[in-house]
Every structure is written in C-alpha cells, then in structure tokens.
C-alpha cells in the first residue's frame, strides 16, 4: 500500500501564496500520474491539477497561470505552487497517487484565503 503525506496548507491573504507537498511512501517515478484536487464548501471534488508519469501537466481552466504542479522524484513528493490565490480557492486540498488500478489519496489539507 502507498501512503500519502499532504502539508503546507494554511491561512493567506488573498493575492499570497502557498505550496503544498505531498510525499508518498514509494517512489513516484513510472506511475501514471499524480495530481491535486480540492473540494470546497457545499461542491464536488474537482481536480486542480495533475502530473503524469512522463511529466506531463494539466490544469484547471481556474488555476491556469497561478498554479504549478512540479516533483522531486528523489523525494517521492509532489508539489502544488500556489500564487495569486483567491477567496475562492478555499477548500480541502487532497493529494492522488494513481498507478495501474491502484488509486490512493491523501488526507487533505486546508487551504483558506481571506479576502
């Protein structure tokens, strides 16, 4: 089994950053992806971004430009960069390992921005 290990949410002020990181127990180097998704108050889990095993990325249309997902295969761990941030990134952000059928999550973090 793989564990996850989500840190560097918070508080911030809206137009401040945050990154968050999340190390897994195994190395990350040939799986299929990783990726980050947040849920928010009162809606469904959706996806900010995500990294592929081949490197590459793909984002949300509301994260473009402010958001980049990067990794330190060395580390196992996945990275979000977070600028620009907004009241409405608020939510529990979640990290996904996916491999083959094997798909595990992290247990979120909370990233809350003020206005």
């Known amino acids: 089994q793989v564990q996850l290990v989500e840190s560097g949410g918070g508080l911030v002020q809206a137009g401040g950053s945050l990154r968050l990181s999340c190390a897994a127990s195994?190395?990350?180097?040939?799986?299929?992806?990783m990726g980050w998704y947040r849920r928010a108050p009162g809606k469904q889990r959706e996806l900010v971004a995500v990294?592929?095993?081949?490197?590459?990325?793909d984002y949300a249309d509301s994260v473009k430009g402010r958001f980049t997902i990067s990794r330190d295969i060395p580390k196992n761990t996945v990275y979000l960069q977070m600028n620009s941030l907004k009241p409405e990134d608020t939510a529990v952000y979640y990290c996904?390992?996916?491999?083959?059928?094997?798909?595990?999550w992290g247990q979120g973090t909370q990233v809350t921005v003020s206005s």
């Open positions: 996904n390992f996916q491999w083959r059928l094997l798909s595990v």
């Open positions: 195994r190395s990350i180097f040939s799986i299929d992806s």
């Open positions: 990294i592929t095993g081949g490197g590459r990325t």
